[in-house]
């Protein structure tokens, strides 16, 4: 019998579970040994049940393809039995009554969903200092932030206290953690997730995906997940794919389309040079360099943050002290029981983003604001189109700068949407998106990882998957650990 | 595109007490305070999306699309009824309770 090795990938830890090196209850024992030494100076997580995976392991069948590993999940997503409360208050004490359908698909390829993960309140964020329970720091230094919204879920990874996780991305809440933590994180196109049992901020833009410590790993686990699911009308019927199957070839005859918008001035010299070299390394591997245009890019930002909060604002209208949740103990009728409990229950991004959701949903400004929002997405949409008949991927930085410190942008909210600008334009286009380690940048004395994003046509998991894993494959930045955890 | 965010005062200016009636939101004055100027200064931001020219351009709802996804009308089962109602703040009778609304 051996011990526990964190950092250990799925692909690495279902052989020795196979053959019997390591134990399902041994793993996750381990496990929680590393999480209780690790974790306590970085709040990934923000509850776990022991026994109750402990449970699950003791009969894990092994031939499955996810046989007793344990899957870290995102605080938006249900397992049933377990807290469910999207980081915000509005829903303390809530337990998931079902499982979301793509916790149903990995139990069903043998997986424990193991641990609470932490995000922005949500979903709202890009640091996850907007949830209600604490901040999560970023395993590489801890007074920086370690992105959002799936903070909880990239810390973790890139902390060896899970093996995978689950995220999900509504405009790079996946992407981005994934490359401030040094890991690697898959949106996949809209429609291949069920999103049943996540918990809705923007419909028409989120999708789950995972986290995971190498691109093989996000192949298997979206194998487990994919597919159409009747509790999901936009889930779509696709024939059965192995997502791993183009995993191993080499980039040869592929283009690679470099866009000009997504090199501009006023980004971290450090994540420029690190992209740069990255397209290098990816020609070198064989791929064809092809300069492209994305016109609308810089509109992105806006169109995003008028069409995903006007979707929030009705998404969370559910939230009211009736049904489920907190009930504010002021209510005096049932007007002020709405008010008072959404006014205690929610924290300030949230309340900022109904607001603004609310206001270009109103009477009025309508047509001026989210109708012209949605023409704006179809040329946003279109950019990329057009884009995919000349190139098999699209290469780009996930962020224009490295993690940020805590409390660096909280005051001042457009600061932080625009920083998510190589990312939102994905879930406006509905394609899928790739980030992965690819360098390092020294802030104040301590290197700070940097990603690379490989975005692919609608569908197009699998070649996304095999250009990152040739490039992953080719570099030792996956290999690197930080170094404050022992 | 630019990183950086001038603090100037913000050309547009909204109502927040109103927005948040609407919204069933309760706001403080300070709340009132921080957030008109935050959300006039996004909304700022947004309004470069008038320089497009978007006539004859149709909306994109849904990324991807798909159109009258239908299921068998039959009768499947639902999760219990206990469940549901556990979960709420308040409960009685197998029924969600809430403040008086009629006098």
């Known amino acids: 019998m051996s011990a526990f090795t964190p950092y250990q990938s799925i692909a690495a830890t279902r052989r020795l579970l196979r053959s019997k090196e390591i134990s399902p209850v041994e793993l996750l024992e381990g496990l929680e040994q590393r999480i209780a030494t690790a974790d306590s100076s970085i709040g990934a997580y ?82 996850t200092e907007n949830s209600a329970f604490h901040p999560t720091r970023n395993p590489w230094d801890l007074n920086r932030i370690p992105g959002g919204s799936s903070g909880g879920s990239a810390a973790a990874v890139a902390s060896g206290t899970a093996l995978a996780t689950l995220g999900s991305d509504t405009g790079g809440s996946i992407r981005q953690p994934a490359a401030l933590c040094g890991c690697v994180g898959l949106k996949p196109t809209y429609g291949r997730v069920s999103r049943y049992g996540l918990i809705a901020f923007a419909s028409s833009l989120d999708q789950i995906g995972p986290l995971t410590s190498t691109v093989e790993d ?70 064809e360099p092809v300069e492209i245009s994305l016109p609308h890019t810089e509109y992105a930002v806006a169109v995003y943050y008028i069409i995903a909060t006007a979707e929030a604002s009705a998404n969370l209208a559910r939230f009211d002290g009736v049904r489920y949740g907190r009930r504010s103990p002021e209510a005096k009728d049932l007007l002020s029981l709405y008010e008072k409990t959404r006014a205690e229950g929610f924290g300030r991004e949230v309340k900022r983003r109904i607001i603004l959701g609310t206001y ?45 410190r805590l409390g660096e942008k909280t005051d001042d909210p457009l600061k932080m949407y625009l920083a998510d600008i190589f990312t939102i334009a994905t879930n406006l286009a509905g394609i899928c998106g790739l980030s992965l380690p690819c360098g390092f940048s020294n802030r104040d004395g301590v290197d700070l990882p940097v990603g690379l994003q490989l975005l692919g046509r609608p569908f197009g998991e699998s070649r996304l998957l095999r250009i990152g894993h040739a490039y992953e494959q080719s570099t030792d930045w996956h290999k690197r650990r930080p170094g404050l955890i022992s | 595109m630019e990183f950086s965010m001038s603090t100037e005062a913000p050309h547009h200016t ?50 991807i699309t798909v159109f009258d996804v239908i299921r068998e009308d039959a009768v499947t089962e639902s999760l219990p009824k206990k469940t549901i109602l556990e979960n709420a703040p308040h409960n009685a009778n197998g029924l969600f309770v809430v403040p008086k609304v009629l006098d």
Request: hydrophobic residues 40%.
């Open chain 1, 46 to 127: 923000i509850a776990r049940d022991l026994e109750a995976a402990k449970n699950e392991a003791v009969t894990a069948d092994l031939s499955k393809p996810l046989g007793g590993i344990p899957i870290g999940i995102k605080d938006a997503i249900s397992v049933a039995g377990q807290p469910l409360q999207s980081a915000s208050r509005i829903l303390d004490g809530y337990t998931a009554p079902y499982d979301a359908t793509a916790v149903a698909h990995l139990r069903a390829a043998g997986a424990i969903p193991f641990g609470r993960m932490n995000m922005d309140e949500f979903a709202m964020g890009s640091s």
């Open chain 1, 218 to 287: 996000s192949g298997i686990l979206l194998n487990a997940m994919a597919g159409k699911d009747p509790h999901d009308s936009t889930s779509l019927e696709l024939p059965d794919e192995d997502f791993t199957a183009e995993i191993g070839r080499d980039l040869k005859g592929l283009r690679i389309g470099v866009p000009k918008e997504y090199f501009v001035d006023g980004m971290e010299p450090c994540v420029r040079a690190s992209v740069d070299a990255a397209v290098k390394q990816l020609v070198s591997l064989g791929a």
């Open chain 1, 360 to 404: 270009v949903l109103s009477s009025g400004y309508y047509d001026a604001y989210y109708l012209r929002a949605q023409k704006v997405r179809t040329l946003i949409r279109r950019d990329f189109d057009q884009a995919f008949t000349k190139v098999d991927a699209i290469v780009s930085p996930t962020s224009p700068e490295t993690a940020f």
């Open chain 2, 14 to 63: 909204i109502d927040v007490p109103y927005l948040a009636r609407l919204a069933r939101l309760e706001v403080t004055p300070e709340e009132i305070e921080i957030f008109g100027p935050q959300i006039g200064r996004i909304l700022d931001h947004v309004e470069q999306m008038n320089k497009l020219d978007i006539s004859g351009i149709e909306p994109t709802a849904h990324a």
